[in-house]
């Protein structure tokens, strides 16, 4: 299983950037998504969240009305649409997944697959 983020870069504050998670699961609609990001030296934290079909989100406080996030099941991809960019946005961005019978559930923990990070700087 490999979940293979893309997207990241350097861009200005207020800027915008669209980071990718492919993923090579058999059956990825069977899969939660979830995007968390990573500063050196802090603890992971969690970003955006999207159910196995798609129906409901969730988003950390942090990017809320800035961030969204979607899914393309017939690309086994999920998206990660950031605008208005602040430097406090500087990390590495992971993709997850989680295995769920439940269409509609979102996740934040437990996930069964990791992929590697993509690195995202917003300079001032």
């Known amino acids: 299983v490999q979940l293979q983020a893309s997207g990241g870069g350097l861009v200005q504050a207020g800027g915008s950037l669209r980071l990718s998670c492919a993923a090579s699961?058999?059956?990825?609609?069977?899969?939660?998504m979830t995007w968390f990001r990573q500063v050196t030296g802090k603890e992971r934290e969690f970003v955006a969240a999207?159910?196995?079909?798609?129906?409901?989100?969730y988003y950390a406080d942090s990017v809320k009305g800035r961030f969204t996030i979607s899914r393309d099941n017939a690309k086994n991809t999920v998206y990660l649409q950031m605008n208005s960019l602040k430097p406090e946005d500087t990390a590495v961005y992971y993709c997850?997944?989680?295995?769920?019978?439940?269409?509609?559930?979102?996740?934040?923990?437990?996930?069964?697959?990791w992929g590697e990070g993509t690195l995202v700087t917003v300079s001032s």
């Open positions: 997850a997944a989680k295995f769920t019978y439940s269409p509609g559930n979102y996740y934040f923990n437990n996930m069964s697959y």
């Open positions: 699961l058999r059956t990825f609609s069977s899969y939660a």
């Open positions: 999207v159910s196995r079909n798609g129906s409901s989100t």
